[in-house]
C-alpha cells in the first residue's frame, strides 16, 4: 500500500511539472518559440509614463491556439520575454504603468504574429498612449495632440456634436486607433455640414485590429451623420483609413471619400481598407480616387455602393490633362441592396472575391475608360441587370447569376456600343429578362468568349416581338453600333431558353457572328438563330 502511495505521489509530480513547462495552447504540434520585445521608449499623455524608466512593469496579454481567455504574463522594464507557444496565430498585447499606480495604464501596444512550428519569431511591439474620451472635445484634443507619438482613443459614452463642434484633422503622420469601450455607443449630430474626420496624415484605425472584446478595450461603436449634409471621413491623398468594425451612416452624403493628388512628378492615394463593420444609408458608400481594398464587413442600403473615379489633373502646358484612375480591389465582403448602382466604375476595378447582391438598378455599370476585371465573386439578384459594360470588361472567373431585368433587355451583362467583353472564364447563369431579349448577355460590342458557361438563362415573354436570344441576343442597333460575338475554345453555352427564337444565341441582321469553337447544344428554341434580313 505505501508503495502505491509512493507511485500516485510520483505521477502528480510528473503532471504538474509537465504543466508548468509545457507551451501555451493544447500542444497541437511542435511548439515554436515567440520572442516578444518590450519598448524602452514609453509615451504617456503629453509625455513620458510616470515612474523611473527602469521601474515599468509591462502586463502582456496572449491569445493564441487553444488559449480563448486571454493569459497575464508580466515583465520589466526593457526586457525580451521568450515563451514556448504551439504554431499559429498569436494576438498580443501589451500594458505599461508605473507599478506603483497599476491601475493607471496609460500606454498600450499591440501586434499580432504567426508562429511555425519548431521555429522562432519576434515580435516586437510599438507603444501608444492610452486616452480615454467622453466627447466631441476630449475627442477632439487626443486627435490633434501634436505630438509624434501614436494614439489609442477609447469612447467611454455616447458623443454628439452640433454645427458650432468644430471638424476634427488628423495633422500627424502617426497611427490613431479608436474603439469603444462597450458597445452599442456612438458619435452622433444631427445638424452638421462639414466633414466630421479630416485624415490629412497618418494613418486612422476604427475598431480593433486584432481582436474585439469589451474586456480588452475593443467593442465596435457608430460613427452617425444623421441628416447633416457633411460626409463622415474624408482621407486625404498623404493618409490612410482602416476600418475593422462599427457602423458609418451619413443619410444624405458620402460614408468615406478618398482623395488622390498629382503634383506633376508624383501620384499621391489616399488609402481606405474596410476588413469588417458596415458603411450603410448614405448618398455614396466609398468615393474613390485613391486606393480602396474591400476584404471584408458590407456596403448597405447606399443610393450608390461605392464610386471608383478618376483623378484629373489639369496641365496648363501641350501635354493637356492627366487622368490617374482610382483602384478597387474587392477580396471579400458585401454590397447589398444599393438603392441605385452597386459599383460605379471609371477607373480600374479587380472584383477577386466578395458578392454584389440585389441592386434595385445595376450590380456594376464599367464606364469612361473604365477597366473591370472579375476574377471572382458573385454579382446576384439585381432588378436591372448584373453588368452594364461601356468599356473594358475581362471576365476570367466568378459568377453572374440570378440578375432579372424588369425594365429592358439584357438580364446578366449588357455589353454597350463602346464595350468590349471578354470573357474565358466564370459562369453567366439563370438570369432573365420579362418582357424583352437578351437573357444572359445582351450584345451592342464587341463580345469574344473563349471559356466559362452561359447556362439556364431566360428571354421569355408573350410579347411575340421579343422573346429572343436566351443565352446571348446579339443586336445590331441602328447608328448606335452592332454586335461582334466570337465564341472559340472551351465556351460553352448550353440549357439556356428563348419563348421566341435562338434559345442558345440569337443573332439580328448586321450583325457579325464568328462560330470558332465551343459548345452550343441544349437550348430551347434553338441552338443558333440568324435573323433573315
Given amino acids: 500500500m505505501k508503495t502505491r502511495h509512493i507511485f500516485i505521489v510520483f505521477i502528480l509530480i510528473c503532471l504538474f511539472l509537465n504543466s508548468c513547462f509545457a507551451p501555451l495552447g493544447f500542444n497541437s504540434g511542435k511548439p515554436g518559440s515567440l520572442s516578444i520585445t518590450l519598448p524602452r521608449d514609453v509615451p504617456h499623455a503629453r509625455g513620458d509614463l510616470g515612474g523611473a524608466p527602469g521601474s515599468l512593469t509591462y502586463e502582456i496579454l496572449l491569445l493564441g491556439p487553444g488559449v480563448t481567455e486571454a493569459v497575464p504574463l508580466f515583465a520589466q522594464y526593457g526586457e525580451t520575454v521568450n515563451i514556448q507557444v504551439d504554431p499559429g496565430e498569436w494576438y498580443i498585447r501589451v500594458w505599461a504603468y508605473d507599478p506603483n499606480t497599476p491601475a493607471d495604464k496609460k500606454a498600450i501596444g499591440e501586434t499580432a504574429v504567426k508562429v511555425k512550428s519548431g521555429g522562432r519569431t519576434n515580435a516586437p511591439i510599438k507603444m501608444a498612449v492610452y486616452t480615454e474620451v467622453y466627447d466631441w472635445l476630449s475627442l477632439k484634443d487626443a486627435v490633434e495632440c501634436p505630438e509624434s507619438h501614436d494614439e489609442f482613443i477609447v469612447v467611454t459614452g455616447n458623443i454628439s456634436f452640433t454645427s458650432s463642434d468644430s471638424e476634427i484633422y488628423f495633422l500627424e503622420d502617426k497611427k490613431v486607433t479608436i474603439v ?68 458609418i451612416k451619413c443619410f444624405v452624403s458620402n460614408g468615406v471619400i478618398v482623395d488622390a493628388d498629382y503634383d506633376g512628378a508624383k501620384l499621391y492615394t489616399g488609402t481606405f481598407t474596410m476588413n469588417g463593420g458596415e458603411i450603410v444609408e448614405c448618398s455614396t458608400g466609398v468615393c474613390n480616387e485613391g486606393n480602396f ?75 469612361g475608360d473604365g477597366l473591370f476585371t472579375m476574377t471572382g465573386g458573385t454579382i446576384t439578384g439585381c432588378e436591372y441587370t448584373g453588368v452594364v459594360n461601356l ?100 465556351a460553352i453555352i448550353t440549357q439556356n431558353s428563348a419563348s421566341m427564337y435562338g434559345g442558345g444565341i440569337y443573332n439580328t441582321t448586321g450583325v457579325v457572328f464568328n462560330n470558332k469553337g465551343g459548345t452550343i447544344s441544349g437550348n430551347t428554341n434553338g441552338d443558333i438563330y440568324n435573323e433573315v434580313p
Fill in 391 to 490: 468599356s473594358i470588361f475581362l471576365m476570367k472567373n466568378g459568377t453572374i447569376t440570378n440578375n432579372t431585368n424588369k425594365q429592358g433587355s439584357g438580364g446578366g451583362v449588357i455589353n454597350g456600343p463602346d464595350g468590349n467583353f471578354t470573357m474565358s472564364g466564370g459562369i453567366i447563369s439563370n438570369n432573365s429578362t420579362v418582357e424583352n431579349d437578351g437573357g444572359g448577355v445582351y450584345n451592342e460590342g464587341t463580345f469574344s468568349m473563349s471559356g466559362g458557361t452561359i447556362s439556364g438563362n431566360h428571354a421569355d415573354t408573350s410579347d411575340t416581338n421579343y422573346g429572343r436570344g436566351g443565352g446571348v441576343y446579339n443586336v445590331y442597333d441602328g447608328n448606335l453600333g452592332f454586335g461582334v460575338f466570337t465564341i472559340s475554345g472551351k
Fill in 180 to 247: 469603444a469601450q462597450n458597445s452599442g455607443l456612438s458619435i452622433k449630430s444631427t445638424s452638421w455640414s462639414g466633414d466630421f474626420f479630416h485624415v490629412k496624415k497618418g494613418h486612422l484605425v476604427i475598431g480593433p485590429s486584432y481582436w474585439q472584446s469589451e474586456n480588452f478595450y475593443g467593442s465596435e461603436f457608430d460613427l452617425d451623420g444623421g441628416s447633416s449634409s457633411g460626409n463622415c471621413i474624408f482621407v486625404y491623398s498623404s493618409a490612410s483609413f482602416t476600418m475593422n468594425s462599427g457602423t
Fill in 293 to 367: 481594398s474591400l476584404n471584408g464587413g458590407k456596403l448597405t442600403d447606399n443610393n450608390t455602393g461605392v464610386t471608383n473615379t478618376v483623378h484629373e489633373y489639369n496641365n496648363d502646358g501641350p501635354e493637356g490633362p492627366k487622368f490617374f484612375p482610382g483602384i478597387f480591389t474587392m477580396k471579400d465582403g458585401i454590397i447589398n441592396h444599393s438603392y441605385d448602382i452597386g459599383v460605379y466604375n471609371e477607373g480600374n476595378f479587380a472584383m477577386e472575391g466578395g458578392s454584389i447582391i440585389g441592386s434595385e438598378d445595376t450590380g456594376v455599370r464599367n464606364a
